[in-house]
C-alpha cells in the first residue's frame, strides 16, 4: 500500500500494488482488473471510491480513495465487543453500502471487519468490492480444492461447492454482526478445516448465549442472515438491511457512532493466499503523521514498504492495517474507552462443560476429517453431500428438457418464451441455473422455451411527422434507417413510404428505409416585370410557382401590367411556393370638382387642390357658369378643366 499525490486533482489517493507473483499471471492480472473495474462502477458514501487502474512496466495498481481511521478489526481490539446500538450503527451503512452492489449484480464475497473501514468521525466505509473475485476464479484454474475467503465468514455453499453471489455476502455479514455483538467469532477452532466443518454442519449460535443480556430479536436477525440453506436466507444485503432497521425500531434502539482511536496492530486476512505461508509483514506509517486506513485485497496487493521501490509518482506510504506488527497488549486488556454498556458476564459452570465438550467434539471430528483427506486426498464432505448438477438443457425439446430435470430428481419452471432467428419454437432458449451448477434434491430449475422467429407487419406512415413515424417502426420492433426525397404531395418533415412497404411482413429487429420529404424542391424566381397578367401568370407556372395580385394605378405602366413583383427576380424558392405580382390599374384618376359660381381664380385654385389644372374662356372677372369634363366625372389626374365665364 502506498500513499500518492494525485497531480491532476490535486488530492492525496492511496495506491495498492498488485504483488509481482500476482502480476506476472496475466491470466489472474486480467481477471483483476475486471473486477476492479466493475467495483469502480460503484458510487456510493459508504464504499471506498476506486478512482483508476493501470500498470507501468511490470507493476500493477489501483488507486483508491484514501480514508484515514482504522478497520473494524482495530476496533473491536481495542473495544472486545460492540454495544448493540453501536453494532447496528455499523451495520447499518455496511449493508446499505453491499446493497447497493448487489443491485448491479456485484458480489463483495469477503465480507469481515479488516474490509470495514472507520473515520475518525465515525464514518464506515466498505472496501475491496468485488475484489475476491479474482483469486477465486484464478484458484479454480488450478486447485479445485482451495478454501477461499477468510473461512471464519465463509457461507456454507462456499466451502461446499465454491459458489457465491449476494446471499453468501448477507451470511457473511450476519457472522460479522454475531462478532460485533459478542466480542468473538461464532465458531473456535485451531485449523481451518474445523471452523469450515461448523459452517457447513452447524447453525450460527444465538449471540445471548454468549452475552445473555442481548434481545432475542438480535438472535432472530443473525439468524435468518445466516441460515445454512441459502435459499431460506435474507436474499440480499437491501432485505437485511429493512429486517435490521425493523429490528432497531421494534427495540427502541438509537445507532451509536463508532468513533476510530489509535489503530492497533492487526494480523493479515486469512484469505490472503500469499499470507498463509509466510509470516507477517511491519509496515511504517505514511508521512505527516496520519494512519491511512485500506484493507489488503484478497491477493496480498500491495507488496510491504521497502520490498520493492515504489512505481513512478508514487511515495511509499501506509500498508494495509493487517500487516501491522502483532499488538503487544494482551487479550482482556484492550486499548481505548471502556465500552458505555456492562461487563460480559460470566459464564456458568455448566456452560464452561458444554464448551468443553463442544470442543471435544469438533476436535474429534476435525481429526478425522483431516485423516480422510490424507488417505483419500478430497474433501470428504465432497462425498456425502446430496446436491445434483444440473443437466445440459439448452438445446432441447420441451418434451425432452422435461424429461432430463425429472430423471435428475428436480423441478421444472418455465420463464416467459423469448423470440429466436436461430432456434425453433418450443426448443430451450436458456435455462436457469446453468448446467453444471450443483442444487438441492427438488429444487426448481428455470426453462426460457424459444418462441422462434418473430414476424412483424410494416404500419403506414405516409404523412406522418418525421418523429410520429419513427414511433411506429420502433413500436414493431423495426430499426428505421432515415432517407430524404422531394415530395410535391408531402410536406418538409413527414414520411413518403417505408421500403419494404407498409403491410409487408418482416422479422423483427429488421432494418427498414423510412423516406422523409425535403419538400418539393427548389426553382429560381423569373422577371415578369412589364409583362401582362396572363403572360406572368404563364411563365411563374412554368416554374412550378403561384401568381398572387395586387394593383396600384401607374402612369408609366400600361393598366393590366405587371409593376413589380416579390420575391425579387434570380430568387431561390421551395417549388409550389406563390409569387406576389403588383398590376397597373392605369394613371390615377380623380373626380372634378364643381366650380361653378366661382370666379376664373378660385375655380382654377379648387382644380389644382384636386389634381386637375383648369382654363378659363370669356370674362376673366366673370363667373364660371358652364365646365367641361362636368363636376363629378372621374377624369385622369392632371387633365385640364375647361371653364367658360361672364
Known amino acids: 500500500m502506498y500513499e500518492a499525490f494525485d497531480e491532476r486533482l490535486e488530492r492525496i489517493v492511496a495506491v495498492k500494488v498488485l504483488h509481482p507473483s500476482y502480476a506476472a499471471d496475466p491470466v489472474f492480472a486480467s481477471r483483476f482488473m475486471r473486477e476492479a473495474r466493475s467495483a469502480a462502477a460503484l458510487n456510493h458514501p459508504h464504499i471506498v471510491a476506486v478512482f483508476d487502474e493501470g500498470s507501468h512496466g511490470d507493476t500493477t495498481f489501483l488507486v483508491m480513495e484514501k480514508v484515514d481511521g482504522t478497520t473494524l478489526r482495530g476496533v473491536l481490539r481495542q473495544r472486545e465487543r460492540l454495544s448493540p446500538a453501536e453494532a447496528l450503527g ?36 466498505v472496501a475491496d468490492f468485488g475484489l475476491a473475485r479474482a483469486v477465486e476464479d484464478s484458484h479454480q484454474l488450478t486447485n479445485r480444492n482451495t478454501l477461499l475467503g477468510t473461512v471464519a465468514y465463509l457461507a456454507p455453499e462456499q466451502i461446499a461447492d465454491g459458489q457465491s453471489d449476494a446471499r453468501s455476502d448477507v451470511y457473511a455479514a450476519g457472522v460479522m454482526l454475531y462478532e460485533l455483538l459478542t466480542g468473538a467469532k461464532p465458531y473456535p477452532g485451531k485449523s481451518a478445516m474445523e471452523v469450515a466443518y461448523q459452517h457447513v454442519n452447524s447453525d450460527i449460535p444465538r449471540p445471548s448465549e454468549a452475552v445473555r443480556e442481548l434481545p432475542s430479536a438480535l438472535d432472530a436477525l443473525v439468524a435468518w442472515a445466516t441460515r445454512r440453506d441459502r435459499n431460506q436466507r435474507l436474499a440480499t444485503a437491501g432485505a437485511f438491511l429493512t429486517a435490521l432497521r425493523q429490528a432497531r425500531h421494534d427495540l427502541g434502539i438509537i445507532p451509536a457512532l463508532v468513533m476510530a482511536t489509535t489503530p492497533t496492530a492487526e494480523p493479515p486476512a486469512a484469505s490472503d493466499p500469499a499470507q498463509t505461508s509466510r509470516p507477517a509483514q511491519t509496515s511504517r506509517p505514511a508521512q505527516g503523521g496520519g494512519t491511512s486506513v485500506m484493507p489488503p485485497l484478497g491477493t496480498q496487493v500491495g507488496a510491504p514498504l521497502g520490498a520493492q521501490p515504489p512505481p513512478p509518482g508514487m511515495t511509499r506510504g501506509v500498508a494495509a492495517p493487517g500487516n501491522h506488527a502483532p499488538s503487544s497488549h494482551a487479550p482482556g486488556h484492550p486499548q481505548g474507552p471502556v465500552p458505555p454498556y456492562p461487563p460480559l458476564i460470566q459464564p456458568t459452570a455448566m456452560h464452561h462443560e458444554q464448551q468443553r465438550k463442544r470442543r471435544m467434539l469438533v476436535m474429534v471430528i476435525a481429526g478425522a476429517v483431516a485423516l480422510a483427506l490424507l488417505a483419500g486426498g478430497v474433501i470428504w464432505w465432497l462425498d456425502t453431500r446430496n446436491d445434483i448438477a444440473v443437466p445440459q438443457l439448452v438445446g432441447l425439446s420441451k418434451a425432452e428438457a422435461e424429461q432430463a430435470i425429472s430423471d435428475a430428481g428436480l423441478k421444472v419452471v418455465y420463464g416467459k418464451p423469448k423470440f429466436s432467428d436461430t432456434v425453433s419454437e418450443d426448443v430451450v432458449l436458456d435455462q436457469k441455473p446453468q448446467d453444471g451448477i450443483r442444487i438441492d434434491e427438488g429444487d426448481a430449475v428455470t426453462v426460457v422455451l424459444s418462441r ?27 430499426k428505421p434507417v432515415r432517407s430524404e426525397e422531394e415530395s410535391q404531395d408531402v410536406a418538409k418533415g413527414s414520411a413518403i413510404r417505408t421500403e419494404p412497404a407498409a403491410g409487408a411482413p418482416l422479422k423483427a429487429d429488421s432494418k427498414i428505409r423510412l423516406v422523409i420529404s425535403k419538400g418539393r424542391g427548389s426553382t429560381s424566381v423569373p422577371d415578369v416585370a412589364g409583362l401582362s397578367k396572363a403572360d406572368a401568370e404563364a411563365l411563374l407556372a412554368d416554374h412550378d410557382l403561384k401568381a398572387t395580385f395586387t394593383t396600384e394605378s401607374s402612369d408609366e405602366i400600361s393598366a393590366d401590367s405587371v409593376i413589380r413583383q416579390e420575391p425579387a427576380p434570380d430568387s431561390t424558392v421551395e417549388r409550389g411556393s406563390e409569387v406576389q405580382l403588383v398590376l397597373s390599374s392605369g394613371p390615377e384618376r380623380v373626380r372634378v370638382p364643381n366650380v361653378r359660381s366661382l370666379t376664373c381664380r378660385e375655380a382654377q385654385a379648387a382644380l389644382e387642390t384636386a389634381g386637375l389644372t383648369g382654363s378659363c374662356r370669356g370674362s376673366n372677372q366673370g363667373r364660371v357658369f358652364l365646365q367641361t369634363p362636368t363636376a363629378g366625372s372621374s377624369t385622369t389626374k392632371g387633365n385640364n378643366v375647361t371653364m367658360f365665364a361672364f
Open 90 to 125: 455499523v451495520m447499518e451503512p455496511v449493508l446499505a453500502a453491499l446493497a447497493q452492489a448487489h443491485d448491479r449484480g456485484i458480489a463483495h464475497r469477503d465480507v469481515k471487519p479488516e474490509n470495514v473501514l472507520i473515520s475518525p468521525s465515525g464514518i464506515v466505509k
Open 452 to 478: 422462434g422467429t418473430e414476424n412483424r407487419t410494416v404500419p403506414t406512415v405516409k404523412g406522418k411527422p418525421e418523429a410520429a413515424a419513427v414511433k411506429l417502426l420502433q413500436a414493431e420492433h423495426f
